[in-house]
């Protein structure tokens, strides 16, 4: 079989920049090595962007990657920190603690789960903390940092991290890397999408001084108002505020204040909850919450008492309905970053999204046909991930204990979709978990958010028992103690930051 060059993509138009725009351009800027595609982004400066999220999760790095982006270059000009996890605060009950880390628990033993062993060993009077048992929240509970091992022998090879940065200062790196490689950037701000007569296809957009804008692949990163995938195509779009009812946030940046910390923070409020974001230059704050369950200035109120530091501006808003896009490839448009849809930032999810809708575009490229099999994939993939990010962020509202205010009452109490319940179960049970479909969060993640809010497995995996005690819990103690020795002999996350990727 051959090829048919005479049909590939000759043209690609990407509407609106930010994150999502930049992102997209960076990555189908590749394309422009086969010598028929150009890739091309129009954006208005007089447009802002969101940019709600400025903490991210491990896979970035694989992006960064793909780019060929240095990490320390990249956290230089970002003014990025480290991360290796999220600390959640009063989420199961107030006063309560804990840290959802990237890396593993334990060392899983003769193919049976660590935290198994854990629930064995707790039961017999162990009260040692799951915690302890990862170098993630170990390191992050000490303030510490220092590039993870490739050797697996070592406990340091269990150290997985992600970053937090100024996403307006990734999305200008990311514009560089991609006008180097041959995108061109047109400003202007988009009046009209034109839509082919005999198929509904886009045919172009056009801008307000007249000028038209035609292509053959249409990546529509236009925010919230979805301009060609909502507007022109009508994708339709699922709302999900029954099981998430936030539906604003307030986000502020503070002057720093303590210590760097390696690891965001979310903090349960009166009717949401409250991030905290540190930067190598300032702290980045903000607060998601209900509008039904709290005044926007009680809200802005409660962001500004809880800052560490003197903030550094007014708090700005944001509406949004959480959902996602019931179609989010139309056609020859495809819709990324908040056109796509949106889930609350509670696990560093956007920028992910954006990510993993690229990834699933240039793994699924088309050619001028638009093979209305690839389209069909992408969005059963691209509807697959939503609802499994949906649930996890479900599940922190679900699990909590907490009846002081209406919100929590009508969280704590509401119905949840039934492939949340299920694991739910199958954990209080007996501790066990499955992942489906390449499901993006592990079963670390799951056992460290469920352990952390208070749902308790009745008993262990019976295998466990087929392991003598004696050597098991030698084994965690031993296990403990290094983990312990290997944080406390890390760097301070300043110290490692000052040395490896200090912003100029």
Same mark, same amino acid.
């Not at 056109?339 to 920028?351: A, K, Q, R, V, Y």
């Not at 390449?438 to 352990?451: H, I, K, N, Q, R």
């Not at 295998?463 to 020795?485: E, F, N, P």
């Given at each position: 079989m051959t090829s048919r060059p005479d049909n590939a993509i000759r043209s690609v138009l990407i509407v609106g920049g930010g994150t999502a725009g930049w992102m997209a351009a960076a990555a189908l800027a590749r394309l422009g090595q086969n010598g028929v595609t150009r890739v091309t982004l129009v954006e208005s400066e007089d447009i802002g962007t969101v940019g709600v999220g400025e903490a991210t999760i491990p896979p970035l790095a694989s992006f960064n990657a793909l780019l060929g982006i240095d990490e320390a270059d990249f956290l230089?000009?970002?003014?990025?920190s480290f991360k290796l996890g999220i600390e959640f605060v009063d989420w199961g009950q107030r006063g309560d603690r804990y840290i959802h880390p990237f890396g593993s628990f334990g060392v899983d033993m003769e193919g049976i789960k660590f935290h198994q062993f854990w629930l064995m060993a707790r039961a017999m009077g162990r009260p040692e903390p799951l915690g302890d048992y990862s170098l993630c929240i170990a390191a992050a509970r000490r303030n510490r940092m220092a590039r993870p091992s490739a050797d697996p022998q070592t406990v340091l090879s269990s150290l997985k991290h992600a970053y937090h940065f100024d996403a307006g200062l990734y999305a200008a790196y990311l514009r560089r890397i991609a006008e180097g490689h041959g995108v061109t950037r047109v400003e202007g701000r988009i009046a009209d999408v034109a839509l082919r007569p005999e198929d509904g296809f886009v045919e172009s957009v056009t801008l307000t001084d007249g000028r038209c804008l035609a292509a053959d692949l249409f990546v529509d990163c236009s925010g919230f108002r979805g301009l060609i995938i909502e507007q022109a195509l009508k994708a339709g779009y699922e709302d999900w505020s029954h099981w998430l009812p936030c539906d604003r946030a307030l986000a502020v940046p503070s002057a720093k204040a303590g210590a760097l910390t390696p690891y965001t923070r979310s903090t349960a409020d009166r009717a949401g909850w409250r991030w905290r974001i540190p930067l190598q230059h300032r702290t980045g704050n903000g607060y998601v919450y209900s509008s039904g369950y709290i005044s926007d200035d009680d809200a802005a109120s409660a962001l500004l008492g809880g800052l560490d530091g003197e903030a550094l501006g007014d708090p700005r808003p944001l509406r949004f309905v959480t959902g996602r896009r019931k179609q989010q490839w139309v056609k020859n448009c495809v819709a990324l970053g908040l056109?796509?849809?949106?889930?609350?930032?509670?696990?560093?999810?956007?920028?992910h999204l954006i990510q993993s809708g690229i990834s699933k575009l240039l793994a699924l490229f088309p050619d001028r046909s638009f093979d209305p099999v690839m389209i069909d994939e992408f969005n059963r993939l691209s509807k697959t991930q939503f609802e499994q990010i949906r649930d996890f962020i479900i599940l922190h509202y679900k699990a909590t204990a907490r009846t002081d205010t209406p919100f929590w009452d009508y969280v704590r109490t509401m119905e949840v979709p039934d492939t949340l319940s299920r694991k739910v179960e199958l954990f209080r049970r007996s501790?066990?978990?499955?992942?489906?479909?390449?499901?993006?969060?592990?079963?670390?993640?799951?056992?460290?958010?469920?352990?952390?809010? &208070?749902?308790?497995?009745?008993?262990?995996?019976? /295998?466990? #028992?087929? =392991?003598? %005690? &004696?050597?098991?819990?030698?084994?965690?103690?031993? /296990?403990? #103690?290094? =983990?312990? %020795?290997?944080a406390e002999a890390m760097p301070t996350h300043e110290a490692f930051i000052a040395r490896y990727c200090a912003a100029s």
């Open positions: 230089r000009q970002t003014q990025g056109s796509s849809g949106f889930l609350e930032p509670l696990e560093s999810t956007s920028i501790g066990r978990f499955f992942r489906y479909e390449d499901e993006l969060f592990s079963e670390a993640s799951w056992v460290a958010v469920m352990l952390g809010q &208070g749902i308790t497995p009745e008993t262990w995996d019976p /295998l466990v #028992d087929t =392991i003598d %005690r &004696g050597a098991v819990l030698r084994k965690m103690s031993g /296990l403990r #103690d290094i =983990i312990a %020795r290997t």
